[in-house]
Structures are given as C-alpha cells and as structure tokens.
C-alpha cells in the first residue's frame, strides 16, 4: 500500500495511515448505505447499482446543479470535430436524471434541483419571456464557447472547446420537461411540504411557456446550430407537461392559471399527429426523417398505443447501428445530415429509450433483449460514454455520461417483473 496526501495551504497533523485508512472506511460505509436505500429493479440490479452511483456523482450538492457529464471535447467520432463541453446543468438531463432517482426512491436530488432552478428563474426569467437549455453551477450562463485550437484533445480531436453555444438556443421542449420535473410535488404525498406559492407560480409560468410554444420553431433536442424548425419532439413534450398540468388542475391546484390547460394539450396534440406519416411520428410536420427521441412517445403515455408501437419499429427498422448483426440493439439519433454532416456512431440513451417503449407497449421480452445487448457497451467498471461504435466496441463522446446511465436505470425498472414474482 502506498499513502500519501495532496492538501491545500494546511497540513495532515494525525498519523497519515491511521487518517487515510479512517477517511476510506468512512467513504465505503457511505456509499454502501447510500446503496441499501436505492430500490433497484428485479433485473440489472448490477448495472443499475453501478449506474446510480455514477448519477449521484454528477450532482452538486452546493447549488444543486446536475451535470450533464465531467468532461469536454471527447469526440463523438475518432478525430472528428464533434467536440463538445458537457460540464453545465441542462435542464433537459436534469429531468430525465431526475426521473432516475424518483424510481431509485431518492428524493434528496429532486429538492437541491428545485432550488436550482427557482434560483435561475428569479435570477434571468422574468423579463426574457424563454429559459435557457443549459446552465453553469453558479446559475450563470455557459457563455462564451470558446476553441482552444492550440490544444489537442482527446486521439489528436481538436478543438477543444470550454463553455457551450448551446445555452443561446431556443429549445422550447425543456418547458414541458420541467413541468414533468414539478409534477410529483402535487401528485405525490410525499412532497406536500412543497406545494407552496413559489412553486405553482414557477409550474403556471412553465405551462405558459408550453403553450406558447406548440407548433414553434426551434433548435430541437439535439441543438442543431444553423436552422430552425418545428420539431414533433418538442410539440410532443409540451403536450406531456400540459396533459399533466391539467390533470393537477383537476386536483385543485393551479386556480388562476391564464390558459384553458385541457384544450392547450389538445393542439399540441393535434400538432404531433400532423407529423405522422404512414402511422408513425416523424421529425417534424415538413420534415420526414426519423428521430430515435421520439420512442418517447410511448413512455410518456401518449394516447395513441398504435402510433408510438409504428413510430418505435420504424426506429428499429431505419436507425439500427448494423441492422444485420446482433449489435443491431445501438441506433442512431438520426441518419440526416446536421451542422457537421451525418451521425456516425450510436447514442447510448437510444437504446435504452426504445426498450423502456417496448416495455411500456407490452413488448417484455425483445425490451429486455435489447437492454441486456446495450448495456455491454459499458467499460470494465460498468461506466457508458454518451456515444458507441459497435463496430470497434469503442466508447466514444464525453464520460461517463449521465444521459447513458439514466437510459440504463430506467429501462431497467420498466423491463424487470416486480419483486413480487421473484422473491
């Protein structure tokens, strides 16, 4: 064993193998109980440990901000320009993180995001009339995007990039997954003590902002950075969060709400159904391409069962990774060109996302299939990258990626028969 300490302006005084020995059976006692009060699915208890872990470690517990990744400029390609900085807050991940540890059964995570994201509505909203994609921990904004072209990234990948553009984009989708976020403080007892003033301002604000945004142009999910467009994925997430602020409406929340919430969520669904065409939902009203976000369909619990079950094959069918070889599990986000040409390895959370949808839609036994052939993308300690090449079994993008593990949980809990059947 070796031992030794790196300190900052003050020394270790006690015994330094009796402290480091202390300090490290305090850390594993820590995270051991930290473990015992997760619930974990039946199925990829493992993986769903690891991936636990690894989301916990990107939360910072001082502001509250959730980090996308702890790292920058990992290219999505080998040598590529697909070098982007991932150590800021989106709001976007911060949901879905969220949605991870409401199935864990930790809520401690929930309320640092709140205050969170109360601080950056109180400290930009008021008077810009939009939210930011992305934020810093201090609540700032990620600007500047700065290339460091005298650096060499990550296999000679330059640039190298710190802060990120994305944080000027329009991406109204993120107003339907916040309200997703404040919905389990008026659904479920256990946050009671938060159904206060502050927040139902913040959710009535945020419907407001979904309604003004169905059918409008924007930047997408996926950031595309020249061009605009009116995209299904946002159209559909603010239908999600106005089909649920009109079911908290219902409830007996929300009184003075400005807008009819009901008849708001049935435009934004008529405008995600302009864009099926030969029964499954494509990129957008004039815009045919697939897009694997849009399995999203289903886990959100449209209410069209035969629409998202098209709209996933025809995911499976136009966007497999290798669609003749085992690995046909990994998809592409899409196959159109974007900014810098055409995707060329899989996203992780496409994976998971279409076999949480096959799940939902009654499909167990190819989800878990699919699950159990994606989460061999991870690395030796059970770690997933944002991208994977199945051709090279190379991880890729930043890592670890939060986006990836979150897939890997709750995939795996809508995959694993209840405890019930097993013990």
């Known amino acids: 064993k070796l031992y030794f300490g790196l300190t900052w302006s ?39 440990i690891r991936s636990a872990l690894a ?13 996308a990744a702890l790292t920058t400029s990992l290219p999505e390609e080998p040598g590529s320009t697909r ?25 401690e995570e929930m309320e640092g995001f709140l205050k969170f994201f109360l601080g950056v509505a109180k400290k930009y909203e008021t008077s810009r009339e939009r939210l930011a994609p992305v934020y810093n921990l201090s609540q700032d904004l990620p600007l500047p995007e700065i290339e460091h072209h005298q650096w060499r990234g990550y296999y000679g990948s330059t640039p190298v990039r710190t802060n990120n553009q994305a944080a000027e984009h329009i991406q109204n989708d993120v107003y339907g997954e916040m309200v997703l976020t404040l919905a389990p403080i008026f659904f479920d007892e256990r946050f009671f003590h938060l159904r206060n003033k502050e927040h139902e301002d913040l959710l009535a604000y945020l419907a407001i902002l979904c309604d003004r945004s169905i059918s409008k142009a924007d930047a997408g999910l996926w950031e595309i950075r020249k061009g605009q ?11 999600a969060g106005l089909e649920r602020v009109s079911r908290i409406q ?10 009819d919430a009901s008849s708001a969520r049935d435009r934004a669904l008529a405008a995600i159904e302009r864009s099926v065409k030969d029964g499954s939902i494509r990129n957008g009203p004039a815009d045919q391409n697939y897009d ?8 959100l619990r ?10 996933v094959r025809e995911i499976e069918r136009h966007l497999a990774v290798g669609s003749a070889s085992p690995d046909s599990s990994f998809y592409y986000r899409y196959v159109r060109p974007d900014d810098l040409g055409e995707p060329r390895s899989a996203f992780m959370i496409c994976s998971f996302w279409v076999a949480q949808a096959l799940a939902r839609l009654g499909q167990a036994d190819e989800a878990r299939s699919i699950l159990s052939n994606a989460a061999k993308a991870a690395n030796h300690v059970g770690l997933l990258s944002e991208h994977f090449s199945p051709s090279i079994r190379k991880q890729l993008g ?17 995959v694993s028969p209840p405890w019930s059947e097993i013990l």
């Open 250 to 259: 219902k409830n007996g929340y929300l009184k003075n709400l400005p807008i």
């Open 229 to 239: 467009q009116e995209h299904s994925f946002t159209n559909l997430m603010c239908w």
């Open 55 to 67: 989301l916990k470690l990107h939360c910072y517990e001082d502001t509250g901000a959730i980090l």
């Open 302 to 311: 449209l209410p069209r069962n035969e629409i998202c079950l098209a709209t």
């Open 398 to 414: 930043n890592f670890p990626q939060a986006y990836s593990h979150v897939g890997l949980i709750n995939a795996a809990f809508a």
């Open 10 to 48: 003050s020394g270790i005084e006690d015994d330094l193998v009796q402290v480091t020995e202390r300090f490290l059976q305090q850390t594993r006692n820590y995270w051991r109980t930290w473990v015992k009060h997760c619930s974990i699915p039946s199925l990829f208890q493992a993986e769903t």
């Open 83 to 107: 070098n982007w900085d991932y150590r800021y807050c989106w709001l976007r991940d911060a949901h879905f993180i969220l949605s991870a540890f409401h199935n864990l059964g930790h809520f």
């Open 292 to 299: 694997a976000a849009l399995s999203l369909a289903a886990i």
